[in-house]
T-cell receptor, first 112, second 111 residues
């Protein structure tokens, strides 16, 4: 089985811009979670989607949003980028609720 | 909200020494998972513990889940250079599925 894929792998944006990141889960996985990873804060949960519905949401401002499509692919969007949004954004897919998470390689976002 | 604390933040050992990382939650967990992230890589699932007092072993790695289901530990016996990386615990509470990750313990092993 192919693993979780994320595009793009690297991205450089300027403050105020918006960005869309994409995640394709493992075939058959219906749950996709997004995380922000920074050296100071570790892995922070953004949100989780299951069958096109947001099932859980972390403590992030409304500038961070996401969605999931009928084929389980997911996108996350960050609007009005700030310098502090520079991070590695990871998505993870799960076969079922509460199971092990399979992480993608991440998208490294740099905001200048 | 639920917080998962992990200590130590860093650990530097000589190859062959043992290593332990500890994870504590402010609330009771329904389960706890452990992940390893190699430098430049992404987290990779190691194990999930569900039962109170559960102990699981994977070769040189021993995982424990506390009786109260609020703490967990990962112990590595006789570390090797291949053990280098950051070890994360992640717990989900009884009220929801979302995983809360600890900040991780970065392990450095020198030959």
């Amino acid at each position: 089985k192919a693993g979780v894929t994320q595009t793009p792998r690297y991205l450089i944006k300027t403050r105020g811009q918006q960005v869309t990141l994409s995640c394709s889960p493992i075939s058959g996985h219906r749950s996709v979670s997004w995380y922000q990873q920074t050296p100071g804060q570790g892995l922070q949960f953004l949100f989780e989607y299951f069958s096109e519905t947001q099932r859980n949401k972390g403590n992030f401002p409304g500038r961070f949003s996401g969605r999931q499509f009928s084929n389980s692919r997911s996108e996350m969007n960050v609007s009005t980028l700030e310098l502090g949004d520079s991070a590695l954004y990871l998505c993870a897919s799960t076969a079922g609720r509460g199971g092990e998470q399979y992480f993608g390689p991440g998208t490294r976002l740099t905001v200048t | 909200g639920q917080q998962v604390m992990q200590i130590p933040q860093y650990q530097h050992v000589q190859e062959g020494e043992d290593f332990t990382t500890y994870c504590n939650s402010s609330t009771t967990l329904s389960n706890i998972q452990w992940y390893k992230q190699r430098p430049g890589g992404h987290p990779v699932f190691l194990i999930q513990l569900v039962k109170s007092g559960e102990v699981k072993k994977q070769k040189r790695l021993t995982f424990q889940f506390g009786e109260a289901k609020k703490n967990s530990s990962l112990h590595i016996t006789a570390t090797q250079t291949t053990d280098v990386g950051t070890y994360f615990c992640a717990g989900s509470g009884n009220s929801g599925y979302a995983l809360n990750f600890g900040k991780g313990t970065s392990l450095l092993v020198t030959p």
